[in-house]
């Protein structure tokens, strides 16, 4: 039996991907700031407090690794996402001109 994907499912895949490459830095850097608001605002400032909430101080920490690494990795994700879409764009002219 031969399970490979239908041509359209290919096309959906072969655009979906790059587009989310392009966009995920941004989603995930902008998830981290608003996550970073919200706990504060609901928490209040951890400098008013005399003793450290270790809770927050962990989910801070992991807010800040997210929104660092979609900086650190956004422009690389955001160029392969280009190159996917050139390629891709490539391929269906070649296939047109065939």
Do not use: C
């Amino acid at each position: 039996m031969n399970h490979s994907p239908s041509p359209s499912k290919e096309k959906t895949l072969g655009l979906l991907l790059p587009i989310a490459l392009m966009t995920w830095p941004v989603i995930v850097f902008v998830t981290s700031l608003v996550g970073y608001g919200v706990l504060n605002l609901f928490l209040g400032d951890p400098a008013s407090s005399r003793d450290p909430d270790i809770g927050r101080s962990i989910v801070n920490i992991i807010l800040f690794t997210l929104g660092a690494g979609s900086v650190l990795l956004g422009l690389p994700s955001f160029i392969a996402g280009i190159v996917l879409l050139i390629i891709r764009g490539t391929k269906k002219n070649a296939k047109h001109q065939a």
